[in-house]
């Protein structure tokens, strides 16, 4: 069974700074492209960050300089570093692996308030 569960969501102020980490199981991790995506309410989910399988990285312009991806293959685990954020990152945000098939986690807040 694949699972891919999100941690690491919250409340942030704006200008602070939160790590997600997305663990993924019932997959060969290391073939898989990996992303993280987003949907605010009253939004569609939009894409924010992807890490190919060879560590090539791809960001929204809106993120970029921000938030960095990576990913250890070694704990089948994507994540992303959000720093500087403002309340127009608050999202539900969403990890994705993409390879022989789509998979999708359940999701994480993250509210970006003061």
């Known amino acids: 069974q694949v699972q891919l569960v999100e941690s690491g969501g919250g409340l942030a102020q704006p200008g602070g700074s939160l790590t997600l980490s997305c663990a993924a199981s019932g997959i060969v991790f290391a073939i898989y492209h990996m992303g993280w995506y987003r949907q605010a309410p009253g939004k569609e989910r939009e894409l924010v960050a992807t890490i190919s399988r060879g560590g090539i990285t791809n960001y929204a312009d809106s993120v970029k300089g921000r938030f960095t991806i990576s990913r250890d293959n070694a704990k089948s685990t994507v994540y992303l570093q959000m720093n500087s954020l403002t309340p127009e990152d608050t999202a539900v945000y969403y990890c994705?692996?993409?390879?022989?098939?789509?998979?999708w986690g359940q999701g994480t807040q993250v509210t970006v308030s003061s």
């Open positions: 994705k692996a993409d390879a022989r098939a789509i998979y």
